[in-house]
Nanobody, 124 residues
């Protein structure tokens, strides 16, 4: 059974940075295409970024492109999201997700495995 555990969330000021981590257990992370999603208060969950099994292919939503960077360390079974130039609209519960297939999916339904989320709050 695969388990995903996020960490690194917290409170940041606008313009600041945070680095999220997601540790994969139960199976080595290089089995999976992985992604970050987020759910802002009162809104639906939305795609943030995805990365291929070997870290070569990456995809970002337009709202975070050029500010956030997704990366992975398969030796450490860990996924990262470096978030820079944070904005109040980045406030959300951030989820790590994983799937077997190779496509860099942007839809929730494509991902089978999910973490519990880590809260990010950005003050203006």
């Amino acid at each position: 059974q695969v388990q995903l555990v996020e960490s690194g969330g917290g409170l940041a000021q606008a313009g600041g940075s945070l680095n999220l981590s997601c540790i994969v257990s139960g199976r080595t992370s290089n089995w999976y295409t992985m992604a970050w999603f987020r759910q802002p208060p009162g809104k639906e969950r939305e795609f943030v970024a995805a990365i291929g099994r070997n870290g070569v292919g990456r995809s970002y939503s337009d709202s975070v492109k050029d500010r956030f960077t997704i990366s992975r360390d398969n030796a450490m079974n860990t996924l990262y999201l470096q978030m820079n130039i944070l904005k109040p609209e980045d406030t959300a519960l951030y989820y790590c997700a994983a799937k077997i297939s190779d496509a860099l999916g942007t839809k929730e339904r494509e991902y089978r495995h999910w973490g519990q989320g880590t809260q990010v709050t950005v003050s203006s």
